[in-house]
Each structure stands twice: as structure tokens, then as C-alpha cells.
């Protein structure tokens, strides 16, 4: 029994993390923790969710810059 509930819970608590920073990106929030990745298939799924988000992140940044006009070089500003 303990053991069920046990891996039930390795399998479901990442899931259930993952669903909820998945959810809040869906929503148009980036949200401040990243996913914790472990040696499995879910963990792997965790490091590509933290992946996105850095990139959506970085996305935002670099539009934020473009429209405040920081720069007059493009590819300056994709180096930042």
C-alpha cells in the first residue's frame, strides 16, 4: 500500500506541477520557478517546459527593447 501510494506520487506530483506552470504560461504569466527536472521522462518534460519558458522570457525581453527603441542595431540587440 505504501508503495503504491509512493509512486503514485512520484508520477503525479510532477504532472501536477507541470500542468500548473503549463497553465500559467497558457494564461500569459511566466511564472518565477522552475519546474525541478529528475532522471525520468517527466523530468525531461520539466527541463524542455523551463527551456520554453526561458526562451518566452527572453522573447519578451527582447520586444520589450525593441519597442522602447534601445538600440538602433538588431543584431545588438539579439546578443543581449
Known amino acids: 500500500l505504501y508503495l503504491g501510494y509512493y509512486l503514485l506520487r512520484l508520477v503525479v506530483k510532477p ?4 500542468r ?6 497558457a494564461a500569459g504569466d511566466l511564472p518565477d520557478s522552475e519546474l525541478r ?12 517546459v523551463n527551456e520554453l519558458t ?9 520586444a520589450d527593447r ?3 527603441g534601445s538600440s538602433d542595431d538588431p543584431q545588438r ?3 543581449t
Not at 504532472?15 to 507541470?18: R, S
Not at 527536472?37 to 524542455?48: M, R, V
Open 54 to 62: 526561458d526562451q518566452l522570457r527572453r522573447a519578451i525581453d527582447f
Open 37 to 48: 527536472p529528475s532522471p525520468n521522462e517527466l523530468g525531461q518534460i520539466a527541463l524542455s
Open 15 to 18: 504532472l501536477t506541477e507541470t
Open 77 to 79: 540587440l539579439l546578443q
Open 20 to 25: 500548473l506552470h503549463l497553465a500559467a504560461l
Open 66 to 68: 525593441v519597442a522602447q
